[in-house]
């Protein structure tokens, strides 16, 4: 039968592309000329995995795996966690890695238990990912392995994610502690900050902005500007501490801003100078903003001054 001396052909041959699509037309063959057909499927496809597999072509590999229902050999599972990760299937990541995780050998132990945490987080199972992370840390701890700086930055934004705004500081001090010339820090001081004016804590505002500005001096760089200075100039409206804040916005109203930053630069500073008690570098500030050209709600405000 021609159709079925084909497939011989392809797979002779090993054209391995050609071999997977030629199955489906393979498998109906006549089951009355070719009864062992079923079982000939099954082993060409099983070779077919292996061979995909080897070469880390996952899609290939997976659809094969799901359609024929091939069970993998063990030794193929760190490739069958790289393909989960590729295809974005994170539930078959964590219940492959669960098999590991009571494992008599640490290191594979650890392993796997840090492919079951990055699963989870990216599939934002955040809770599961923090008890996860808890586990590992007490594990590295333990074993005195080094610290693992992406889990611990993950960790941050997980807690961040869920809520748990009370982990942060406490998290934001290990992780300087752990890691300190690591630039991402710099992002989880906003994020603190941010969370920080929400809750009207002021005091933390004015820590963590400080912290921001000073290292983004450091590092010659503006990237959190003019978000840290409004920060700063709002915690020292609300804590009655001026001159700090007077410091700072002066220094940004100088600087390369977008015009309704340039206004709220302005309206700002002009609000601190009025609350600290110079009227007239109040007035004088209100009146630039004024002559500004463009249009602001900021400049409306300060229009009302």
């Not at 597999?53 to 760190?78: A, E, H, R, T, V």
């Given at each position: 039968?021609?159709?079925?001396?084909?497939?011989?052909?392809?797979?002779?041959?090993?054209?391995?592309?050609?071999?997977?699509?030629y199955l489906?037309?393979?498998?109906?063959?006549?089951?009355?000329?070719?009864?062992?057909?079923?079982?000939?499927?099954?082993?060409?496809?099983?070779?077919?995995?292996?061979?995909?597999?080897?070469?880390?072509?996952?899609?290939?590999?997976?659809?094969?795996?799901?359609?024929?229902?091939?069970?993998?050999?063990?030794?193929?599972?760190?490739?069958?966690?790289?393909?989960?990760?590729?295809?974005?299937?994170?539930?078959?990541?964590?219940?492959?890695?669960?098999?590991?995780?009571?494992?008599?050998?640490?290191?594979?132990?650890?392993?796997?238990?840090?492919?079951k945490a990055?699963?989870?987080?990216?599939?934002?199972?955040?809770?599961?990912?923090?008890?996860?992370?808890?586990?590992?840390?007490?594990?590295?701890?333990?074993?005195?392995?080094?610290?693992?700086?992406?889990?611990?930055?993950?960790?941050?934004?997980?807690?961040?994610?869920?809520?748990?705004?009370?982990?942060?500081?406490?998290?934001?001090?290990?992780?300087?502690?752990?890691?300190?010339?690591?630039?991402?820090?710099?992002?989880?001081?906003?994020?603190?900050?941010?969370?920080?004016?929400?809750?009207?804590?002021?005091?933390?505002?004015?820590?963590?902005?400080?912290?921001?500005?000073?290292?983004?001096?450091?590092?010659?760089?503006?990237?959190?500007?003019?978000?840290?200075?409004?920060?700063?100039?709002?915690?020292?409206?609300?804590?009655?501490?001026?001159?700090?804040?007077?410091n700072v916005?002066?220094?940004?109203?100088?600087?390369?801003?977008?015009?309704?930053?340039?206004?709220?630069?302005?309206?700002?500073?002009?609000?601190?100078?009025?609350?600290?008690?110079?009227?007239?570098?109040?007035?004088?500030?209100?009146?630039?903003?004024?002559?500004?050209?463009?249009?602001?709600?900021?400049?409306?405000?300060?229009?009302?001054?």
């Amino acid at each position: 039968h021609a159709k079925y001396k084909k497939m011989g052909i392809l797979v002779h041959e090993k054209r391995h592309n050609e071999i997977k699509d030629y199955l489906p037309t393979y498998e109906n063959l006549d089951k009355k000329l070719f009864p062992n057909l079923n079982e000939e499927v099954r082993r060409i496809a099983r070779k077919l995995v292996k061979v995909y597999l080897d070469g880390k072509d996952c899609k290939n590999s997976i659809d094969l795996i799901y359609k024929y229902n091939i069970l993998i050999p063990k030794s193929y599972d760190d490739t069958m966690s790289y393909c989960g990760f590729q295809l974005g299937d994170y539930d078959f990541v964590v219940n492959l890695s669960n098999k590991y995780i009571e494992s008599n050998s640490p290191a594979d132990s650890i392993k796997w238990q840090r492919r079951k945490a990055d699963a989870l987080y990216k599939k934002s199972d955040y809770l599961e990912y923090i008890l996860q992370a808890q586990r590992i840390s007490r594990i590295d701890k333990a074993l005195e392995n080094k610290p693992d700086k992406e889990m611990y930055l993950k960790l941050f934004k997980a807690y961040s994610n869920i809520g748990q705004n009370d982990k942060l500081i406490p998290l934001m001090k290990e992780i300087k502690e752990y890691f300190p010339k690591e630039a991402r820090i710099l992002d989880l001081y906003k994020t603190i900050i941010e969370v920080a004016l929400k809750d009207k804590k002021y005091d933390t505002v004015d820590l963590y902005a400080t912290k921001l500005l000073n290292q983004q001096r450091v590092m010659n760089i503006d990237v959190f500007s003019p978000f840290v200075e409004f920060a700063l100039a709002e915690a020292g409206v609300e804590q009655k501490v001026y001159d700090k804040a007077i410091n700072v916005l002066d220094t940004l109203v100088t600087q390369e801003l977008d015009l309704d930053d340039r206004f709220q630069s302005l309206y700002r500073l002009g609000e601190l100078y009025s609350l600290s008690g110079n009227g007239n570098k109040s007035k004088e500030t209100f009146e630039k903003c004024k002559q500004l050209e463009g249009e602001s709600s900021w400049k409306e405000l300060c229009k009302q001054r």
